[in-house]
């Protein structure tokens, strides 16, 4: 096996610049609203009062009414459920210290670890599909929603699963900017191999959702799926995450077209990485 790369810079302090408007949009309900569509929620007046409640907030500064209601007005979906959309918005401009909400096309200066209370805004959405559903069964229609959010974006199209080891290149900047502790190798049979030890969207979320399992399907679930984005041979497995209590996150990808034998490493293999 051939180490790649290392990071253990990890900072708390790191900032990066970013749109306002990205922040405080909240697109991803409004693309469950899309999602529900084909994929009904069951008794949904009674999950749009529980997501309601949850999305409690202070009051704006009346300052923010103009721009609460250009974003909601932009979203097709909560255009329709004008009480929802303002109470997303202004929920994700509370969560993210606002203390006013700055011009939309305006780039800022925020920490890395705040951007990611943004997130918090998806792990509300589930937590309230899990009052009209069995827990298991919630997270289960989260993955279909998040896997169907997921092929929305644009992902780089890889040709070798070992084009995926780029996390060194990430944290140079945007969100995850000194924001990961981890060990980067390629296999002898080529699959792509990353230990990761600290990770700040997990760390940003679980302290502030403390709840395992929805911060697992919020961050950590969606990496399948994106796995096969970059490209449909290629296969992600992991075991369990730190988010769910393992010492490290270990990701392994596989190219069916070369393993045919798609096994996670066990144990006593990450504890060799270091």
């Known amino acids: 096996m051939k180490i790649l790369n290392r990071c253990s810079n990890y900072d708390r302090a790191a900032k990066m610049r970013i749109k306002a408007g990205l922040m405080v949009t909240p697109a ?5 609203l899309d999602y529900s569509r084909k994929h009904p929620i069951p008794a949904y007046d009674k999950f749009r009062n529980r997501l309601l409640a949850l999305l409690k ?29 303002e109470a997303a918005v202004s929920k994700v401009a ?19 670890e705040d951007y990611y209370k943004s997130r918090m805004l998806q792990c509300l959405m589930l937590k309230a599909l899990t009052s009209v559903m069995p827990r298991a069964k919630a997270i289960e229609y989260f993955g279909g929603f998040a896997d169907k959010r ?9 040709s070798k699963v070992m084009q995926h080891l780029n996390l060194h290149e990430q944290i140079k900047k945007g969100p995850l900017k000194n924001g ?3 060990v980067q190798a390629v296999t002898d049979d080529g699959r792509a191999v990353m230990k990761i030890t600290r990770c700040r969207p997990a760390q940003v979320l679980l302290s502030a959702v403390k709840d395992a ?30 988010v769910l209590g393992m010492p490290y996150c270990g990701h392994v990808w596989h190219d069916k077209r070369e393993h045919k034998n798609i096994v996670h490493p066990p144990r006593k293999f990450w504890q060799e990485i270091r």
Not at 28 to 32: A, E, G, H, R, V
Not at 59 to 85: F, Q, T, W, Y
Not at 94 to 112: A, H, Q, V, Y
Not at 150 to 158: L, N, P, Q, R
């Open 150 to 158: 997921s092929s929305t974006y644009k992902f780089a199209k890889y």
């Open 94 to 112: 509370e969560i993210l210290g606002f203390r006013s909400i700055p011009d939309l096309n305006k780039e800022i200066t925020m920490k890395c």
């Open 28 to 32: 991803s309900l409004d693309f469950l």
């Open 180 to 182: 990961a502790v981890f």
């Open 213 to 242: 399992g929805i911060v697992h399907a919020v961050i950590c679930q969606p990496d399948i799926a994106a796995a096969k984005l970059n490209n449909p041979h290629f296969v992600l497995t992991r075991e369990k995450s730190l």
């Open 57 to 85: 907030h202070k009051n704006r500064l009346p300052a923010d009414a103009a721009k609460i209601a250009k974003i909601v007005n932009s979203l097709p979906h909560l255009k329709k459920d004008v009480e929802l959309g």
